[in-house]
């Protein structure tokens, strides 16, 4: 999810349900050696010269199989497939708020501390790993070594990346213990609890309770204390809101609205001018905000169940993008967590 998660990563975690929990020992697998092909050499010599074990990486690697249903999977990802109606419904659903509320309850003190800490809502925290693997219950069941040699080597597009990715992942063996060659996760590399990416994984992964060790597979302490750590380091503002419902007036200009995330040149005034204004929290308890005129936005147009839906979203929503460079993704870590918060705040 990057040594910036920069990435492009983890776009394409939630994709291809099915592919992305299916088995390494598939019969589609195809047999090939990566650590016979020039690429693979390279990137052993690569290795090599930094000081690993060249032939414990030659092991490895020469143990990966190519998954042809990585490679289909990874050309479809949902968030290019769904309106945001039919990607909403995946993620906001009964099962996965009580989870998401079990979760929260259990490791109350975890999060208020991981908040403390960094800076990062509770909420924000418990949806990420809501939307990314149901609160551990889902974590991938592909060997993530097949995973980014199959697209490091076999998937042009982004074969640099993955194969960056995959150099990463053998580092990490060497400094936090993990074991490459059995280690699993997503169809795009991604582990553990809050699928980080072997990148993300050594550059913001942290031993939040202080054991000697960090592990983002089972330890859920670690596992909150770096989602925090992620976000704070992609600059999390405490307080800001994320996002509000657009009002729009009759004469709006909705051709403001597309779905651009970044934040450009226009403001609360200017969308205001333009017929265009933030529903108030003195009028809604969720989805709302009031900030300066000067606040910079962008106006998001979402195609929705039933009809369109128009959206103001802020610097906070921007950096939701960083963990997944999807708006769809964004909207329904955003709106997870406030259904959870609203749940949490008024429960006794």
Request: a negative charge; charged letters at 25%; glycine letters at 8%.
């Amino acid at each position: 999810m990057s040594v910036r998660l920069v990435l492009v990563c983890l776009g394409a975690l939630v994709a291809a349900p099915v592919a992305a929990h299916a088995s390494d020992s598939d019969s589609t697998s195809d047999r090939v050696n990566y650590a016979t092909r020039s690429d693979g050499q390279a990137l052993i010599r690569e290795l090599a010269d930094e000081g690993l074990d060249i032939a414990r990486i030659r092991e490895v690697l020469a143990s990966a199989e190519r998954q042809p249903a990585i490679l289909e999977a990874i050309a479809r990802p949902a968030e290019r497939v769904l309106t945001w109606g039919d990607y909403r419904q995946i993620f906001i659903r009964d099962t996965r708020i009580e989870q998401g509320i079990e979760f929260w309850t259990e490791h109350r003190d975890l999060l208020a501390k991981a908040e403390a800490e960094y800076g990062v809502p509770a909420e924000i925290i418990v949806a990420i790993l809501g939307v990314e693997t149901s609160y551990g219950r889902n974590k991938g069941n592909w060997r993530v070594v097949d995973a980014l040699a199959t697209l490091g080597f076999d998937y042009p597009p982004r074969a640099a990346f993955f194969r960056r990715e995959l150099a990463h992942l053998f580092r990490l063996e060497q400094e936090a213990g993990i074991d490459a060659s059995t280690v699993r996760g997503s169809y795009a590399g991604a582990m553990g609890m809050p699928q980080f990416i072997s990148s993300s994984y050594r550059a913001y992964a942290v031993d939040f309770d202080g054991d000697g060790k960090i592990d983002l597979i089972d330890n859920v302490a670690d596992v909150v204390g770096s989602v925090a750590n992620y976000f704070s380091a992609h600059r999390w503002r405490t307080g800001e809101p994320v996002a509000a419902r657009a009002r729009l007036a009759d004469n709006a200009d909705t051709s403001l609205f597309g779905t651009e995330y970044r934040l450009r040149d226009l403001t609360l005034d200017k969308a205001a001018a333009a017929g265009i204004t933030p529903v108030s929290c003195a009028d809604a308890e969720r989805y709302c905000f009031d900030l300066p005129g000067s606040t910079r936005v962008a106006a998001l147009g979402l195609e929705g169940h039933p009809g369109d839906e128009y959206w103001l979203t802020g610097h906070n929503f921007y950096v939701i993008t960083r963990y997944n460079h999807s708006h769809l993704y964004a909207m329904a870590v955003f709106q997870l967590s406030q259904i959870l918060a609203e749940r949490m705040h008024a429960a006794p």
